[in-house]
C-alpha cells in the first residue's frame, strides 16, 4: 500500500489494542516526525516533541466528538492512558471529523510542543512554514483518502507507519525495552521507571538521552 507521501507500506496484522496505541504515533510520525527526521535527526529533543505530539493526538481522537476548537489541546496533556477509539469492523471509526481535528492540531503554530511550553513554530525555528505545509498536505490527502475508503482504513495505516517505524519512539516495544535496559543497567533511577513508560515527555532531556543513548547526550 503506498502512502500519502508515495512511500510503500506492507500492512501489517494488528490487534485491537495495537492499533490503539499506535495510531497516534503513527499520526505524529507523518505528520511531524518525518519532516524532523529530516531536519535534526533523532535526537532526544525529538523524541520528547513527538511524545508530546503523540499524546496530544491520542486526546484529540477521544474527544473529537463535538469538539469544536483546539483550546484545551494546547497543553501537554496528563499522564492517565486514553485508548483511542479506534477502528474495529462494522464502520465503527468513519467518522472524518477525527481526521479534521488531526488537520487542525498538526499545523497549529501555537500549540504545545514541549513539557516546558515552546510552542510548534518556536520548536521548529526558521522550518515551521515548510513542516506546518507538509503537514497540511498530508492530512488534506489523509481526509480526501477517507472520503474515499473511509477513515477505517485511513487510520489503519497510521498504526501499520507506528509499527514499522525503526526507531524507539514512546508507545513501541523498543521504547519499553530500552527503559528496562536502562533501569537494569542503573542508568535511570528505578524510580523513574514508571513514569519513563508511560509518560516520558515529564522528564528531563538529559534523563531522555540516558536511556537513549547511554550515558552521552548524542543522537542515535
Given at each position: 500500500?503506498?502512502g500519502?507521501?508515495?512511500?510503500t507500506?506492507?500492512?501489517?496484522?494488528?490487534d485491537r489494542d495495537?492499533?490503539?496505541?499506535l495510531?497516534?504515533?503513527?499520526?505524529?510520525?507523518?505528520?511531524?516526525?518525518?519532516a524532523?527526521?529530516?531536519l535534526?535527526?533523532?535526537?532526544?529533543e525529538?523524541?520528547?516533541?513527538?511524545?508530546?505530539?503523540t499524546?496530544?493526538?491520542?486526546r484529540?481522537?477521544?474527544?473529537?466528538?463535538g469538539?469544536?476548537?483546539?483550546?484545551h489541546?494546547?497543553?501537554?496533556?496528563?499522564?492517565?492512558?486514553h485508548?483511542?477509539?479506534?477502528?474495529g469492523?462494522d464502520?465503527?471509526?468513519?467518522?472524518?471529523?477525527?481526521l479534521d481535528?488531526?488537520r487542525?492540531?498538526?499545523t497549529?503554530p501555537?500549540?504545545?510542543?514541549?513539557?516546558?511550553?515552546?510552542?510548534?513554530?518556536?520548536?521548529?525555528?526558521?522550518a515551521w512554514?515548510?513542516i506546518?505545509?507538509?503537514a497540511?498536505?498530508?492530512?488534506?490527502?489523509?481526509?480526501?483518502?477517507a472520503?474515499?475508503?473511509?477513515t477505517?482504513p485511513?487510520?489503519?495505516?497510521?498504526?501499520?507507519?507506528?509499527?514499522q517505524?525503526?526507531?524507539?519512539?514512546?508507545?513501541?516495544?523498543?521504547w519499553?525495552?530500552?527503559?528496562?535496559?536502562?533501569v537494569?543497567?542503573q542508568?535511570?533511577?528505578?524510580e523513574?521507571?514508571v513514569?519513563?513508560?508511560?509518560?516520558?515527555e515529564?522528564?528531563?532531556?538529559?534523563?531522555?538521552?540516558?536511556v537513549?543513548?547511554?550515558?552521552?547526550?548524542q543522537?542515535?
Amino acid at each position: 500500500m503506498a502512502g500519502a507521501d508515495g512511500a510503500t507500506l506492507h500492512v501489517v496484522d494488528l490487534d485491537r489494542d495495537s492499533i490503539d496505541d499506535l495510531i497516534p504515533l503513527g499520526l505524529a510520525l507523518h505528520h511531524f516526525g518525518d519532516a524532523m527526521l529530516e531536519l535534526r535527526g533523532p535526537t532526544a529533543e525529538l523524541h520528547h516533541a513527538l511524545t508530546v505530539l503523540t499524546r496530544q493526538l491520542r486526546r484529540a481522537l477521544d474527544d473529537h466528538h463535538g469538539l469544536d476548537d483546539l483550546d484545551h489541546l494546547r497543553d501537554v496533556g496528563d499522564s492517565t492512558h486514553h485508548a483511542v477509539d479506534a477502528p474495529g469492523g462494522d464502520g465503527a471509526g468513519d467518522d472524518r471529523g477525527a481526521l479534521d481535528v488531526v488537520r487542525s492540531l498538526v499545523t497549529d503554530p501555537a500549540r504545545i510542543a514541549t513539557a516546558d511550553g515552546v510552542v510548534a513554530a518556536e520548536f521548529c525555528g526558521e522550518a515551521w512554514d515548510d513542516i506546518a505545509r507538509q503537514a497540511e498536505d498530508r492530512a488534506v490527502a489523509a481526509i480526501e483518502g477517507a472520503g474515499t475508503y473511509g477513515t477505517t482504513p485511513i487510520l489503519r495505516l497510521a498504526a501499520t507507519r507506528a509499527a514499522q517505524t525503526r526507531l524507539p519512539w514512546w508507545g513501541t516495544p523498543e521504547w519499553a525495552a530500552l527503559v528496562e535496559q536502562a533501569v537494569a543497567q542503573q542508568s535511570v533511577p528505578e524510580e523513574l521507571r514508571v513514569t519513563l513508560l508511560r509518560a516520558p515527555e515529564h522528564v528531563g532531556i538529559d534523563l531522555l538521552a540516558r536511556v537513549l543513548h547511554g550515558n552521552e547526550r548524542q543522537p542515535v
